[in-house]
């Protein structure tokens, strides 16, 4: 099979890009698997450096009383590494799934916007490289008297105020410097990327599902994308006029949030928690999703209670809302506040247990093949329970109140957003990886990593739980050695290391099974999603003909039909389908149109960073800059019409 | 598993790209919602200093105020005229609506030096800052409308004129364009009235 | 392509409605100087003059009446979510140093 390229037709300023390999096929790309795949790397390469700053963080505080790190070395590295775990690690590798999966899960050849779609990636990656500049550009100033007062060094050039950036503290009096700009500000664009992503998903699950894709027919997965999408879309708007005022604050003098004007910071701990809450369900939901997939496929069981998941999904995300006032327990917030925002925190464990006791249910009298994404999932179930628990503890206002700001709650979401977020993602990545390369991870070296991981997980994670309760606070560089708390610090150190040596092992993994591994046939797993109908690594236009879904899990039903129990019974006629849905997914017998690589996605995106600087140094060139590349990116993408495709042709 | 070819298939009956207009307009909705908020907090606390009671002219905003809200008959005038595929029409009140929306950015301008030279300034104190910031990101938005709405109107100056199809068209343009006027119907209530 | 739009109004019905919006402002301003005889209910008034104009524009001009009930709901749905959101963050700051 050959594909073809008709020139397109020259009534844009630009030269349109054309080349579909190297480089520039993949920074001009709309398709949304690449964009998809370029978002994992990027975020599983920050992902890495936030490890990185969390065994710096770690070191330090494996002796009492330690000098590895000055204490503004200590606040940059913790603030960096909340920021860059949250900001740069998850939301993407979620958005990295998202991307990929959610056309094919519902049958579409590519999400509703593609070019905002490269858009949002870009903008993303621009953000992110805006806020590590600062380790280059920033500097982090010691405030008046202010202990801070010794050398800060270029590790500790980094913003320092927190990944929450409590006010005043953040402001521009103890945080002095360019560094909280850079945090305020590269935040801001990150939300960009996100908020234009949340249209895209909702657009597209909205209004490109396939025929016979009704709402109630769609994978758990896609549920997940669109509550997550929901949430994004409301509670992002919220921490952009919040890190607007920031900015203000900081670089024009006013005072939202400084008393001495009349400010008040605690508007800034409810502003950032109304968006910081749902944030943690924008976190959770995508391994939910993941888990939900996971799950029936390795259990051979139809998933339990499907509407029940759902419906706790959108309650979770619902509720989510409602309860961010718990982390301002320790705030001086009122009473009453408090009595509420402790009940609606106990209300949201229902609906999180009603997934739980679903999940149980999937796997309960099933057959269980345990392979690595199956063992991740069944991890995340255990880690998730836990975290979750300990969680609703803190719905309890007089027991948070003597947590706040200590390593229980450190442990806390680190299982939550670790051992639930992450396993979840990782799940995800073993599952997947056949679909996206085409070949098969070694299982061995997978079982390896879930092994090591989950160890070294429970060793950095449970002593903190003893640890906090000890007494021992967060964000804090040292502690005495009076304080006998040196020996579960060890073993946490010890556990980090762990899970870093569990990493190295799944990029080892990754990067020889994408080279040498085995063929992976386009159903290895036995699946029930549409995205498993087609070729393995996915082709370019994804379905040769839209598929037409006639239940919940089509393809499942398709493969299987059910005897006179209730039992599963593969067709006799199961392998046939299989051979010819392969057969005609290679061979599309339809000229295919699709959307254009653009350069404009890139050039638009590059204008922020520029108007970021601008707003940080006060210069009117650069803002200039920003203006100009933002208006040749928005002049030349609407000149462009999309409409005007590239067609592939399938010669035989 | 058969076949169909109705890409892009739209299940809901709803147009793809208005489905995401509307999907934007409402997470606005929070933007403003915030800044709305941190206004009215800030209006009812009783930190001594200079409010903007003490500078502002209400008969001069209530000029402007109705200046924007009638923009908002220009623009579905032009929409209107669009759907009837009257291209002279359709310029005509692209123009007007522009026009109109220009005059109220001038009167913002003007009330914003005329509240400067009283003493109002952004760094005043609390309610200044909230003041300019919330009205000045609403202007931020006529602004970006009213080179929106020029950009349709030297589009229809070409030969095939304007349609409904396509890109960022006028019906998309005319609900950014209503949803800045209902922001500000909100605005020109809470801040100037109560 | 844009659906429904044969029951749109017409261009006579778009004029009637902006008087009407026009009629509803001059209420409002002139609320505003008989604050003194109306009393307690100048305020609540207004807001509600504000919806009634905020209504009006959406319904009519937006045509969100003729709309697709997805669009509706999630249009709302974000005004709702927004409004409890908001009020509650009103009432506690307001009521923090009281309760």
Do not use: C
């Not at chain 1, 710096?56 to 070395?73: G, K, M, Y």
């Amino acid at each position: 099979m050959t594909k073809i390229i008709e020139p397109s037709k020259q009534n844009s300023i630009f030269r349109r890009p054309s080349s579909e390999t190297g480089i520039w096929s993949w920074i001009t790309t709309v398709d949304h698997k690449r964009i998809g795949i370029m978002y994992g790397y990027a975020a599983f390469f920050f992902l890495l450096i936030g490890g990185l700053e969390a065994l710096i963080l770690r070191i330090q505080l494996s002796q009492p009383d330690n000098n590895f790190l000055t204490a503004a070395e200590y606040n940059a590295m913790f603030t960096m590494h909340g920021t860059t775990m949250i900001f740069l690690a998850i939301m993407p590798i979620s958005a990295a799934f998202f991307n990929y999966l959610l056309p094919l899960q519902i049958g579409a050849r590519d999400v509703a916007f593609p070019r905002l779609n490269a858009l949002s990636f870009w903008i993303f990656i621009f953000g992110g490289a805006f806020l590590y500049s600062t380790f280059i550009f920033g500097t982090a100033g010691a405030p008046e008297g202010g202990y801070l007062a010794e050398e800060v060094g270029w590790l500790g050039s980094a913003p320092n105020g927190g990944w929450f950036g409590y006010q005043p503290n953040a402001g521009m009096k103890y945080s002095p410097g360019t560094a909280m700009d850079y945090w305020a500000i590269g935040l801001q664009i990150l939300g960009i990327a996100s908020l234009i992503s949340a249209f895209n998903f909702i657009t597209t699950i909205i209004n490109m599902r396939t025929e016979g894709m009704r709402f109630m027919r769609m994978p758990v997965f896609t549920w997940m994308t669109f509550a997550v999408s929901f949430l994004l879309a409301f509670s992002l708007p919220i921490i952009a006029i919040a890190l607007f005022y920031v900015t203000f604050d900081r670089k024009f003098g006013t005072t939202f949030f400084l008393t001495e004007g009349g400010g008040d910071p605690i508007l800034w701990q409810h502003l950032f928690w109304l968006f910081g809450h749902p944030e943690v369900y924008i976190l959770i939901l995508p391994a939910f999703g993941i888990v939900s997939e996971v799950l029936p496929t390795f259990s051979r069981k139809p998933l339990f209670g499907y509407a029940a998941i759902v419906f706790a999904g959108f309650g979770i995300a619902f509720i989510g809302f409602g309860v961010w006032a718990h982390h301002m327990f320790a705030s001086a917030i009122s009473p009453v506040a408090q009595a509420g925002f402790g009940l609606s925190t106990m209300v949201i464990a229902v609906p999180t247990g009603v997934k739980i006791f679903n999940w149980l249910g999937t796997i309960w009298g099933g057959k269980l093949k345990l392979n690595t994404p199956m063992l991740f999932s069944l991890g995340f179930i255990g880690m998730f329970v836990i975290g979750g628990l300990s969680g609703v503890t803190h719905s309890i206002v007089p027991a948070d109140t003597q947590q706040t700001d200590t390593y229980y709650v450190v442990a806390h979401f680190h299982y939550v957003l670790f051992g639930g977020a992450l396993f979840g993602i990782f799940s995800g990545l073993y599952y997947w990886f056949p679909k996206v390369w085409g070949k098969m991870y070694n299982e061995s070296l997978g079982k390896i990593h879930f092994w090591l991981m989950m160890i070294g997980f429970n060793l950095t994670f449970g002593p903190m739980h003893w640890l906090g309760l000890q007494g021992q606070v967060r964000r804090t560089w040292v502690y005495a050695e009076e304080t006998n708390l040196q020996f579960w610090n060890i073993v946490v150190t010890v556990g980090a290391f762990i899970i870093a040596l569990s990493i190295i092992v799944f990029m080892i993994n990754w990067i020889f099974s994408k080279r040498n591994g085995e063929i992976a046939p386009f159903d290895p797993w036995d699946a029930r999603t549409l995205e498993w109908t087609i070729p393995s690594p996915t082709p370019v236009w994804n379905f040769s003909t839209a598929p037409i879904v006639k239940s919940l899990d089509d393809f499942w039903h398709t493969k299987y039909s059910e005897d006179e129990d209730g039992r599963a019974v593969r067709r006799e006629e199961a392998d046939q389908i299989l051979l010819e849905l392969e057969e005609d997914g290679l061979n599309p017998s339809e000229h295919i149109a699709l959307p254009n690589p653009s350069y404009f996605p890139i050039v638009l995106a590059s204008g922020l960073p520029f108007l970021g600087y601008a707003v940080i140094y006060k210069s009117i060139p650069l803002a200039l800059i920003g203006t100009v590349l933002l208006l040749i990116g928005a002049f030349g993408w609407g000149t462009e019409p999309l409409e005007e495709e590239i067609h592939l042709d399938s010669d035989e | 598993m058969s076949s169909s070819h109705s890409y892009p298939h739209e299940p809901t009956g709803v147009e793809t790209r208005k489905l995401g207009m509307w999907v934007f307009l409402s997470t606005e909705i929070l933007f403003f919602g915030t800044l709305i908020t941190t206004f009215m907090i800030f209006k009812g606390s009783d930190f001594p200093g200079m409010k903007l009671t003490d500078v502002y002219d209400i008969p001069f905003t209530s000029i402007s105020s109705f200046i924007l809200l009638m923009s908002s008959l220009t623009m579905v005038l032009a929409h209107n005229a669009l759907e009837a595929n009257d291209q002279e029409k359709t310029r005509v009140w692209l123009l007007a609506t522009a026009m109109l929306g220009a005059v109220f950015l001038a009167g913002q301008i003007y009330e914003f030096t005329e509240f400067y030279h009283k003493g109002f300034e952004l760094t005043t104190n609390i309610f200044s800052s909230s003041f300019y910031v919330l009205t000045g990101f609403h202007g931020l938005h006529v602004f970006i409308g009213v080179v929106l709405l020029l950009a349709l109107w030297g589009i229809g100056q070409r030969q095939k004129g304007l349609t409904l199809e396509g890109g960022m068209n006028l019906e998309f343009v005319a609900l950014y364009w209503h949803f800045v006027d209902i922001v500000w119907i909100v605005l020109f209530t809470v801040v100037y009235l109560i | 392509m844009s659906d429904n739009h044969i029951e749109h109004p017409t261009p006579k019905k778009y004029v009637q409605i902006a008087i009407v919006l026009g009629i509803l402002t001059a209420i409002e301003i002139a609320l505003y100087y008989t604050e003194d005889i109306v009393g307690v209910f100048t305020d609540p008034l207004l807001i509600f003059l504000a919806v009634g104009k905020f209504i009006i524009v959406v319904g009519w001009f937006m045509h969100l009446r003729y709309e697709n009930k997805t669009i509706n709901r999630f249009f709302v749905g974000g005004m709702i979510l927004a409004l409890i959101l908001f009020t509650i963050v009103m009432v506690e700051r307001a009521s923090a140093n009281y309760f």
